[in-house]
């Protein structure tokens, strides 16, 4: 049974550097489990983390996280 769209908030770290967040998530029940499933996008910089790069060539700033929960 689709139980629509919410949001989860928490605390994520990100190579030692923590920051509040809030990502948009769809939530499915099934039996007696709950499926919690979203993505958001986040920039490294917010982390303190350089943007990884090879030969002269940087990456971009923005990574995107996926979160899958599930709870029973």
């Known amino acids: 049974m689709n139980l629509g769209k919410s949001n989860v908030t928490g605390k994520l770290t990100v190579a030692?550097?923590?920051?509040?967040v809030s990502f948009p998530v769809s939530v499915v029940k099934k039996g007696n489990a709950?499926?919690?499933?979203g993505t958001e996008t986040i920039k490294l910089s917010e982390f303190g983390i350089e943007?990884?790069?090879?030969?002269?060539?940087?990456?971009g700033d923005a990574v995107t996280v996926k979160v899958s929960i599930v709870a029973e």
């Open 16 to 20: 030692g550097a923590a920051r509040n």
């Open 34 to 37: 709950y499926f919690i499933e």
């Open 51 to 59: 943007r990884p790069g090879f030969m002269g060539i940087k990456t």
